[in-house]
């Protein structure tokens, strides 16, 4: 596992995507350039304008649950069975999320797990930084996955519903990152009239989830949940049901 890293060697999303698009041709029409700077696309933003959560993230009590190593397993056997049914899917290391409102902590660790990079929830919350109301945005998490393999950056959705453009870039995103063994995180605003497998049905939650996966014949998406809504660790969405939880938010890949 990593342990260390040297920003010197830390790969470049946009450098990949330049070298994928020079690889493919010399003359491409101007619009192709279109993934390397997308509209509404922000490598950084400035730590004085953070885009704050309305409400904490936190999750109910009962859907807390523990960490064992039978939960790992079931997890490696639920990535190796989507993954020999012809999907893409990256290996992690799962774990719940260890407090009601470490969401964000837990979803950064298991994305930075499938690079072989060890850490645990806690550095996580310390180095978000999160608090007791959650992690407030999701640059935050795009700055320590950065920090540790480089790669990410940080795309926004303030559209509700988003655009087509927004759509076509997520699933550009998904498709790039996993391809490429990144997977994907997620801010979500989960209404009831929105929710993923389990989540309670009268109330609203924010929240952050991992990418690990995607069908390229359907477009479903296999997220990794830090919370225990849903009966099993990880589930399929399908990648509308995705693009309609992150606006106003934003993910990072």
């Known amino acids: 596992m990593i342990t260390m890293h040297d920003n010197r060697r830390l790969p470049s999303r946009r450098q990949f995507l330049l070298g994928s698009v020079a690889a493919s041709t010399l003359a491409l029409p101007v619009a192709a ?6 509209i509404g696309t ?32 079931r997890v490696a056997q639920q990535t190796a069975q989507a993954r020999a049914e012809g999907n893409v899917v990256v290996d992690i290391d ?22 072989g990079v060890a850490v645990t929830q ?10 007791e109301n959650g992690t407030d945005w999701i640059g935050q998490v795009t700055a320590v996955l950065a920090k540790y393999v480089g790669w990410y950056e940080t795309t926004e ?25 990144y997977p994907l995180v997620t ?8 929710h993923p497998p389990g989540y309670p049905s009268d109330q609203t939650i924010w929240h952050y989830f991992t990418v690990i996966g995607y ?5 479903d998406v296999l997220i990794a949940d830090p919370a225990g809504f849903a ?19 934003g993910y990072s890949a």
């Open 94 to 115: 799962f774990e719940y999320q260890q407090t009601s409102y470490w969401c964000g902590p837990a979803a950064t660790r298991i994305a930075l797990s499938a690079r």
């Open 157 to 181: 959705m303030p559209d509700d519903p988003p655009t087509q453009a927004q759509r076509e870039k997520l699933w550009n995103d998904v498709t790039t990152d996993l391809d490429q063994g």
């Open 42 to 73: 922000a490598a950084a933003a400035p730590a004085s304008e953070p885009k704050h959560t309305p409400q904490a993230q936190r999750v109910p009590q009962w859907a807390m649950r523990s960490t064992t190593g039978g939960v790992r397993t």
């Open 187 to 194: 801010n979500i605003v989960a209404p009831p009239s929105n």
């Open 215 to 219: 069908n390229p014949d359907n477009q």
């Open 33 to 38: 350039s279109a993934r390397v700077l997308p």
């Open 231 to 249: 009966p099993t660790e990880t589930y399929w969405l399908t990648f509308e049901q995705l693009a309609t939880l992150i606006p106003p938010k």
């Open 122 to 131: 806690q550095q996580m919350a310390d180095e978000l930084p999160t608090s």
